[in-house]
């Protein structure tokens, strides 16, 4: 009976909220909103916005591609607006982890934040490896091909032994980070913008050759594929979580978060709808079916200049979709150091850069390894199940406090209580399910690494055990 309610013991969103009044973290608060917005942009918007888009429009969607980007961004506005409301009500580092922790107790938290862990630092790795494949592109473009040796993973190709352009990128964000999270966050922003800027410029030198009979038939694959397609691009538009773990480091984080949250997804989505619909209106959806639609579709347009672009904006796009990782990723291991469940040495602050420089440093040196030393196929399958679980229990936790303390004052407040929710749950449920059954082995057995850690230390190390036994 005592482990059930060690498991079950929470924190107090009052105790939440005066740790944040106090701002005694440490941590250097330089974030205003449209920091926060390009990183949660930076998260959100990565080379999938010039490769989803083709494929299922050619395989599954067709032109009613864009009817899957609106399906699956209305499930996703479900957990934002989840997000939105404790990113206002409880501005503290750890996202899911500390929202899960307030709500759910202990045991909820600690397994979101176990979770997160390794999601962000696999996905901050398979990205990585991405970057390092278009950088190799452009290198090999400008007549600087890389020596064999160094183009891969050991056994990722014949000769193959290292990707020293994913262990260089992982490196220096991870420097960046660790050192001064106002140069890190203006360093974001500028490639988000470049990413931006590049995605706006295709739409706009497109829609010149748009031919609105492309559009038909609009659904050729019917609604069943619209759907699937939903299913395939949900990916690409979730990210936004990631914001929230620097609460911290915000100037207003009640006013900001909430106002972040929703602008990075509305602006995301805005570009995947326009980008869909030039795509599809200036070459038959039939061929965008290969590994650079976006870029292939200029061509046979006769504007190959677009090819350089959309190179430097995946560039752009892929480097802060790492940056958001790993930020993320550091700051969930700041607060599990903070909070005992992890050692206090997680959660020691730079006196100098007031940063969190050991958890951002573990958590690059893991990524960096791995991006370098590994073929991550299929560990890349892990990602979708973390994330999808933090949302869970987001939108499940959102609905709890709502009921259960009702007249908290919330700067921002979800809509719709408890429909909202429901839609992020059973969507996140939907997508879980249809994932490959060795992805819920590996899961399973980093949860159950997770439950044997909880139960060694964390229960008995963490900041509410040791408050419990203080006389």
């Keep these: 009976m005592s482990l059930i309610n060690d498991m079950l013991r929470r924190k107090p969103v009052e105790l939440l909220q005066g740790d944040a009044a106090k701002g005694g973290s440490g941590l250097r608060r330089v974030l205003g909103l449209w920091q926060l917005t390009a990183i949660g942009l930076g998260g959100i918007i990565g080379v999938g916005i010039f490769v989803l888009t083709g494929t299922v429009a050619a395989t599954q969607a067709g032109p009613a591609v864009l009817l899957s980007f609106i399906i699956a961004g209305i499930a996703s506005a479900a957990a934002a607006l989840c997000y939105a409301e404790f990113a ?91 050192v001064r999270m106002e140069w890190g966050a203006r360093f974001n922003t500028l490639i988000v913008a470049i990413k931006i800027a590049g995605a706006a410029l295709i739409v706009i030198a497109g829609a010149a050759y748009v031919k609105p009979e492309r559009w038909h038939p609009f659904m050729p694959f019917g609604m069943h594929g619209v759907v699937t397609g939903a299913a395939v691009v949900f990916f690409a538009v979730f990210g936004y979580d990631m914001l929230t773990t620097a609460a911290e480091e915000s100037r207003n984080p009640q006013r900001d978060l909430p106002r972040a949250v929703l602008l990075s997804l509305g602006i995301a989505m805005i570009l995947y709808i326009a980008i869909c619909l030039v795509l599809t209106g200036i070459v038959p959806y039939t ?59 997680f959660a020691a602050v730079h006196p100098r850069w007031r940063t969190p420089h050991r958890s951002t440093l573990l958590l690059g040196g893991v990524t960096t390894v791995a991006a370098g030393l590994f073929p991550l196929d299929e560990l890349a399958k892990l990602v979708n199940i973390g994330v999808l679980g933090a949302f869970i229990v987001i939108c499940t936790a959102v609905a709890v406090l709502r009921w259960r303390q009702p007249d908290l004052h919330r700067p921002f407040r979800t809509p719709l209580v408890p429909l909202v929710p429901l839609i992020g749950v059973g969507f996140s449920c939907w997508l879980i399910w249809g994932l490959p059954w060795i992805t819920y082995v590996r899961f399973g057995i980093w949860l159950l690494l997770g439950c044997v850690l909880y139960a060694s230390y964390g229960r008995r190390n963490s900041r509410l055990a040791v408050m419990d036994k203080t006389p």
Excluded: H, K
Excluded at 305 to 323: E, P, R, Y
């Design 88 to 178: 206002g009500l409880i501005p503290v580092s750890g996202s899911a982890y500390t929202y899960g922790y307030a709500v759910l107790g202990e045991f909820a938290g600690w397994i979101i934040g176990w979770d997160l862990l390794l999601e962000y630092a696999l996905i901050a790795a398979v990205v990585a490896v991405g970057w390092s494949g278009y950088m190799q592109a452009l290198l090999d473009a400008a007549g600087i091909p890389l020596p064999l040796w160094a183009r891969g993973a050991w056994g990722s190709a014949p000769d193959c032994v290292v990707n020293l352009p994913a262990i260089v990128i992982s490196m220096l964000i991870t420097a960046l980070l660790a």
């Design 287 to 345: 061929t965008l079916d290969n590994a650079a639609p976006v870029a292939n579709a200029f061509i046979r347009i006769g504007l190959p200049w677009a090819m350089v672009v959309i190179s430097l904006a995946s560039v752009c796009g892929i480097t802060s979709v790492i940056f958001a990782n790993l930020l993320a990723g550091a700051r969930i291991g700041f607060s599990l150091g903070r909070d005992g469940l992890l050692p206090g040495w």
